[in-house]
């Protein structure tokens, strides 16, 4: 099977990923088989950049917010994909997660191993290998830059956007040690480039990694690159965030004394003054880097050792003490504690330092050690197959050589040779026999024990799948036909409540303005996971007119819970089977337009006391009670 020859068509090797991408289980093997050769023959990879990119990229939907929109047209898939992202079954989950992270950490692990071989060989015998990585890694930074999906500056929290962005920038950071003085002006002209554009700040995290890495290995552009942005007065906030921070990691980890005193006297000064920016995520953020860099460099600037100290000298000691001492400033230390201590130069460039978790992303798009371990260990195992098999097959090849120069003497041992080359150049034909006469092939036992947890995990998922899929079936059957739109509303609580309450009467889905306020700790405290359980789908207040219309074209009855003067008291309302509440704001209520040309009723809830004004959730669930009511009531009279 690791034949390079017989292995390493262009047609097939497309054909292969083109077919896996449809599964994550297949896109596994691939990934891992494909960097076992790539790893033996780095030479071949400058003619499959675009499936290496694929693999780097290669994530499923099941996990982002928006896959609702992806799959509308397929609600077969639309129900998998969304029974795998919101599953609480945690083995099940896991199986799945861990499996499609193959192959981004196998093309990860491959590049970083043939760095460590760079390291160790000579020049000439890794300089295919070194092109290789600096063809990947500007085809990756080209990408960032121009792709339609990869340059986007709007774009959803945890998206595929999000993620696309996430790993393309995971794997250049991987890439970083490929960077060499013929490449660095462009690369940096492409990350300049991209920490200006507005990115989040899971983004951002590898962006800022990536150049500081870059400028710590070539640390005369730091000072040229960097102390220009720092003067340049129209740069966005949020990039001079990046390149400050950027900087203080410049200084605090350069390795020679001179180099981190030239930087501490080019780069420190500049960034001083943003110390009295307007921006107070600046002015924050860079207090707190100064405070550091004060902290742990002191002795360096040589502030102390005059008796009349300058004016300067002055400012600086008293900045250093006022920021150590001042009870906002520790305060702001506390709460985002453990900042700078994300990069590491000596583990920030490589996958474990890449794929752990960090402060800015929780965990997201994160790979667990031990995937991280298994992709190791298989592709150290095919290694070593490879080297051992290539050794034997290029003795057979000096015995046949041998075999033929003695054609005329007839022996037998020409015939003994042949039948020794035909056994080692078809793999699949008696490949028990043939191990067990020429000895097992090194790694071969760690190989197959790696594939057969692999099956066992397939075997695992499968059996999730369809327990799933019934347990699924069986909730989705039970849910009523009531859908709640919940996009006007804003306050936190009044939505964590509206969640909770949703869930408990089954109802059939809940539309809120922005999704992204699951991740609220407000929301969760109070919903105490409920968003788990009940349909959501992000339906943004511009367009709740045009969903509502789209659901009575459905079949629904669009209900607007709001006083007016032709509305109907709710105990007087028969609720259709298909119906569709629409609540307004907390004050505002429900708009005229929307009440004129997307509502069919409107329903209010009779009231005795003076204020005359329900909260919008209490409404909410009065209203989702009554119809749930008739609903319990019509059933149990048809069932008589």
Not at 4 to 25: A, D, I, M, Y
Not at 274 to 295: A, D, G, K, P
Request: hydrophobic share 40%; with cysteine; charged share 25%.
């Amino acid at each position: 099977m690791y034949h390079c020859n017989s292995f390493f068509g262009f047609q097939f090797v497309e054909t292969l990923l083109n077919e896996g991408s449809k599964s994550p289980r297949t896109i596994r093997l691939a990934a891992l088989h494909l960097s076992g050769l790539w790893l033996m023959y780095p030479q071949t990879l400058r003619f499959y950049m675009e499936e290496l990119k694929l693999l780097a990229l290669y994530g499923s939907v099941a996990f982002d917010e928006d896959f609702e929109a992806e799959l509308s047209e397929n609600h077969e898939a639309r129900f998998e994909v969304s029974m795998l992202a919101q599953s609480p079954d945690c083995e099940f989950t896991e199986v799945f997660i861990n499996t499609e992270l193959y192959a981004r950490v196998s093309v990860a692990a491959l590049f970083h191993q043939l760095w460590k071989q760079i390291k160790e060989k000579s020049k000439l015998e890794t300089e295919e290998a070194l092109q290789c990585g600096k063809l990947f890694l500007l085809k990756l930074l080209d990408s960032a830059v121009n792709d339609n999906d990869l340059s986007k500056e709007l774009y959803k929290k945890y998206s595929s956007v999000h993620r696309r962005k996430v790993r393309v920038w995971q794997m250049i950071c991987v890439l970083s040690h490929y960077v060499e003085e013929d490449i660095v002006e462009e690369v940096t002209s492409t990350v300049h480039t991209c920490l200006y554009r507005n990115n989040l700040p899971a983004v951002r995290q590898y962006l800022e990694t990536f150049a500081i890495l870059i400028y710590l290995k070539f640390p005369t552009l730091a000072e040229a690159q960097l102390v220009p942005i720092f003067h340049d007065h129209g740069m966005r906030q949020q990039a001079l965030s990046s390149y400050v921070f950027i900087a203080a990691n410049v200084i605090l980890h350069s390795g020679e004394l001179v180099v981190q005193r030239n930087h501490l006297n080019q780069l420190l000064p500049p960034i001083i003054s943003f110390l009295t920016s307007h921006h107070h995520s600046l002015r924050s953020f860079t207090q707190l880097l100064v405070h550091t860099v004060f902290s742990k460099l002191w002795h360096i600037l040589q502030l102390e050792s005059s008796e009349n100290p300058s004016i300067e000298r002055r400012c600086f000691q008293d900045l250093k003490k006022y920021l150590a001492e001042n009870t906002d400033c520790a305060r702001l230390r506390v709460s985002i504690e453990g900042f700078l201590d994300v990069f590491d130069p000596d583990i920030s460039g490589t996958p474990p330092g890449i794929f752990t978790a960090r402060i800015e992303s929780s965990g997201f798009e994160c790979v667990p050690v031990s995937v991280l371990e298994r992709v190791n260990n298989f592709l150290n195992d095919v290694r070593e197959e490879l080297r051992h098999s290539m050794i034997k097959d290029s003795a057979t090849i000096k015995n046949e050589g041998l075999a033929v120069s003695k054609h005329e003497e007839g022996t037998e041992e020409k015939i003994v040779a042949s039948q020794d080359f035909q056994k080692k150049i078809i793999p699949h034909r008696d490949s028990e026999q043939a191990a067990s006469s020429n000895g097992a092939v090194m790694g071969n036992n760690d190989i197959s024990r790696l594939l057969f947890e692999m099956e066992e995990d397939d075997d695992t998922f499968n059996l999730a799948v369809e327990s799933r899929k019934e347990a699924a079936e069986t909730v989705r059957q039970s849910r009523q036909d009531l859908i709640v739109v919940a996009s006007l509303v804003e306050r936190i609580p009044n939505l964590a409540g509206l969640t909770r309450t949703c869930e408990i009467f089954r109802a059939g889905g809940l539309a809120v303005g922005d999704m992204g306020v699951v991740q609220d700790k407000q929301f969760r405290l109070i919903s105490v996971t409920a968003e788990k359980w009940v349909p959501m789908v992000e339906v943004p207040a511009e367009s709740v007119r045009a969903f509502l219309q789209r659901k009575r074209a459905e079949g629904y009855t669009v209900v607007g819970l709001e006083q007016t003067a032709n509305s109907v008291a709710l105990d007087e309302f028969v609720f259709p089977a298909k119906t569709v509440v629409v609540l307004g704001r907390e004050k505002e209520g429900i708009p005229v337009d929307i009440i004129q040309e997307a509502v069919d009723v409107c329903v209010e809830i009779p009231q005795l006391g003076v204020v005359r004004s329900l909260n919008v959730h209490v409404s909410a669930a009065i209203a989702i009670w009554d119809y749930t009511r008739q609903q319990r009531s019509r059933s149990s009279s048809s069932s008589r």
